[in-house]
């Protein structure tokens, strides 16, 4: 006697499964990891503590020829995001906050909103042209400048040159 025909499967036998993937998924997911990447990437990073943003650089000037030290201004922009990443590492070091408040007067300067630190600073022969900027000054004159976000080693060259 033959061999009767395979029944075909019921709707409780489930069938084998093929992989043909989602590509679209994949894509959805890639794009939406690389937007929050660079969304968080730009974020406008908090000013230092060690950096007094409510004082313009003639106040800060006025406190360290008082108190006999020097100013450390850091020139920066919201939109800018070497700024940004020099105010998350090497400002935001617990070092480098530590020597700044007790060797110097630091500030933070916005270019875009205190234009009157540019114009001091432009009339002591220095010209921030590029963003950030680091500038030292001691008796109301530049000691030393810096364009680009430093390292700590950079930056305390930078004030070793006015403490000394």
Not at 53 to 80: E, N, Q, Y
Not at 102 to 112: E, L, N, R, W, Y
């Amino acid at each position: 006697m033959p061999t009767p025909p395979p029944l075909p499967p019921d709707s409780t036998t489930p069938l084998p499964r093929t992989r043909k993937g989602r590509p679209w998924l994949f894509l959805l997911l890639l794009v939406v990891g690389l937007s929050v990447a660079v969304i968080w990437s730009r974020r406008v990073a908090p000013v230092p503590d060690a950096l007094s943003g409510v004082i313009t650089l003639r106040t800060a000037m006025s406190d360290a020829s008082a108190h006999g030290k020097p100013v450390v201004a850091v020139f920066t922009a919201d939109w800018c995001p070497p700024c940004q990443h020099y105010k998350r590492t090497t400002l935001a070091d617990a070092e480098v906050a530590a020597r700044l408040k007790q060797q110097t007067i630091a500030i933070h300067v916005d270019v875009d909103q205190d234009k009157e630190s540019l114009q001091l600073v432009a009339g002591m022969g220095v010209k921030v042209s590029g963003i950030p900027t680091t500038v030292v000054i001691k008796d109301d004159r530049v000691v030393a400048f810096q364009p680009g976000a430093l390292s700590k080693s950079d930056l305390f060259a930078l004030i070793d040159q006015a403490v000394r």
